[in-house]
């Protein structure tokens, strides 16, 4: 499944081809900043930029041999060169190539994911307007509570989502860093500035301190902002998967002509995108954990953590491009019914107005408790029963001394409860 996605531009991102060719401009960067440094010939520095170059299937076979990727890389490049490859990678060490390349790869990997988020929100605010004034039962534990409308929830998960982009903007941010500072860190023997350059030039910021590598709490803060995301998609897709049971039915992911629900039984409709969804979540959550085992390093560095991010970062940001990518089109062909939606705010017979029953008794002078009492005994006659709640209430005696059947009646309007959704839709940006 995702790897039939890898195609996409994301699937470009985190290439061999575009890690060599990110590790080959940092190369020649460095050659730049040392060829002002005078440590480098300007004749040089003209024909490694000329020359340098790299055959990915040479690289792999040198590899074979040095079991060592950079070397393998450096080595290739070189003899593409020839004499003048003497001054490639003069003093840097091979996180600086393999953590500054991987550090422009996520932020490439972000912008793509910055896109879906936009596009996404787009969708929502659309649909949240569209379905404002639909109103449906809210529920809770599962139970139904009291009316809101269909476009207040996904009023809440745009507001969700505007969170998420600026979460992964900071992400983005965090993750703008490179670092050629040398074996240790230290800038023994390769000019501070040389960083400078050639972070200025890949767009990145050079790390304030470094040893070995990029300390690995910004990666970690980078996929956890992943899983973030993804576990509100998650959220998302469970919800419609909810509401999309048969004795609920009232949204439902599209289904096509020619789709198939289930292969014993025809009838089904099935909410396997969202389903899909909400598996992947479960990946990228699996994957963040990892993450913060990369945190804790021997010393300046040990290798431990490179296997690991070679998994978890493509992975991580190609399976949330991919939830994207199926669940925008979910939500913005997400079938709704409204009448199913009356339906079940029927189901308990006028239960979901027990509240404003109870504060209108407070406000005719009874305590709380007593009100309770009085409204939770007429509530439990209506679970037990199959009489209307209003009926139960009007023939309550120690109810009736407080209130009319006028005044019970008029508790029962379902507008009083949405009455304010213009102003939450003015406040969420909608």
């Known amino acids: 499944m995702i790897e039939r996605y890898t195609l996409s531009k994301m699937g470009n991102v985190w290439s061999e081809k575009r890690k060599l060719d990110i590790m080959l401009k940092i190369e020649i ?40 990727d950079v070397v393998a890389f450096i080595v290739n490049v070189g003899q593409a060169i020839g004499p003048d490859a003497r001054y490639l990678h003069m003093g840097l060490t091979s996180s600086d190539l393999l953590d500054t390349s991987l550090s422009v790869q996520c932020v490439e990997a972000c912008d793509l994911l910055l896109a879906d988020v936009e596009r996404f929100l787009k969708v929502l605010k659309k649909q949240a307007k569209k379905y404002k004034d639909t109103v449906c039962v809210a529920r809770s534990h599962g139970v139904h509570a009291e009316p809101t409308t269909f476009g207040l929830k996904l009023a809440v998960w745009y507001d969700e989502m ?16 490179g670092k050629l500072s040398g074996a240790v860190g230290t800038y023994a023997n390769v000019d501070p500035s040389v960083e400078e350059h050639v972070c200025e030039k890949l767009g990145l910021k050079p790390a304030n301190v470094a040893t070995q590598i990029i ?23 469970t919800e419609i ?103 079940n705010l029927t189901k308990t017979r006028g239960l979901i107005y027990s509240q404003r029953i109870l504060l209108e008794l407070m406000k005719k002078g009874l305590t709380r408790d007593d009100a309770y009492s009085i409204i939770q005994r007429c509530a439990m006659q209506v679970w037990q029963e199959t009489t209307d709640f209003k009926d139960v209430l009007k023939r309550d005696r120690k109810l009736r001394k407080h209130m009319g059947p006028s005044a019970i009646d008029a508790c029962f309007d379902i507008k009083y409860y949405i009455r304010h959704r213009d102003k939450i839709f003015k406040r969420v940006g909608l």
């Open 29 to 68: 960067l460095a050659c730049e900043a040392m060829c002002k440094l005078k440590l480098i010939p300007k004749k040089s520095l003209e024909n490694i930029k000329k020359k340098a170059k790299y055959d990915l299937d040479e690289v792999k076979r040198i590899e074979e041999k040095t079991k060592h």
């Open 162 to 177: 505007r969170r998420h982009q600026e979460r992964l903007a900071q992400a983005r941010e965090m993750m703008r860093v």
């Open 215 to 237: 300390q690995r709490d910004i990666h970690s803060q980078f996929i956890n902002c992943l899983a973030s995301i993804g576990s509100s998609l998650d959220k998302f897709a």
């Open 241 to 343: 998967r909810h509401l999309q049971k048969t004795e609920i039915l009232e949204v439902e992911e599209p289904f096509f002509k020619g789709q198939i629900g289930s292969s014993a039984m025809p009838h089904k409709r099935n909410p396997v995108t969202c389903e899909r969804v909400s598996g992947l979540a479960r990946l990228i959550r699996g994957n963040a954990f990892a993450a913060f085992e990369n945190i804790n390093l021997w010393h300046e560095r040990d290798i431990s953590h490179s296997s690991v991010e070679r998994v978890i970062l493509p992975d991580s940001t190609l399976a949330l491009h991919y939830m994207f990518h199926k669940f925008i089109p979910v939500v913005e062909g997400l079938l709704v019914y409204p009448k199913n939606m009356i339906l």
